[in-house]
């Protein structure tokens, strides 16, 4: 069974910093590509941050391009997305969500398996 648990949600000021994780069990993550994303009240789920199977290439919203940074430890089956520079527009509940398709890495629709959140606010 594929199972994705993100932590390291919670509160931070802005200019601050968090650090996501994503735990991926039940695949060999070797195999997948993932993406994290992120969801308002009342809106879709927005593309943040994707890498590739290897690490060699990563992919960033212009929102978050040079504030984020996305990686990943294979061995360990750890996706985590490093956060600084925290906007009060980045709070959200971010999810890490995992592919073994070829499909457009930015788009949601392309993912087969998602965690359950975990919720980021950045004060003002």
């Known amino acids: 069974q594929v199972r994705l648990v993100e932590s390291g949600g919670g509160l931070a000021q802005a200019g601050g910093s968090l650090r996501l994780s994503c735990a991926v069990s039940?695949?060999?993550?070797?195999?997948?590509?993932v993406g994290w994303f992120r969801q308002t009240p009342g809106r879709e789920r927005d593309f943040v941050a994707g890498i590739n199977w290897s690490g060699s290439f990563t992919y960033y919203a212009d929102s978050v391009q040079g504030r984020f940074a996305i990686s990943r430890d294979n061995a360990n089956n750890l996706v985590y997305l490093q956060m600084s520079s925290l906007k009060p527009e980045d709070t959200a509940v971010y999810y890490c969500?995992?592919?073994?398709?070829?499909?457009?890495?930015?788009?949601?629709?392309?993912?087969?398996?998602w965690g359950q959140g975990t919720q980021v606010t950045v004060s003002s």
């Open positions: 969500a995992a592919t073994n398709g070829f499909g457009y890495i930015k788009s949601a629709a392309s993912y087969n398996y």
């Open positions: 039940g695949v060999a993550m070797a195999n997948y590509r």
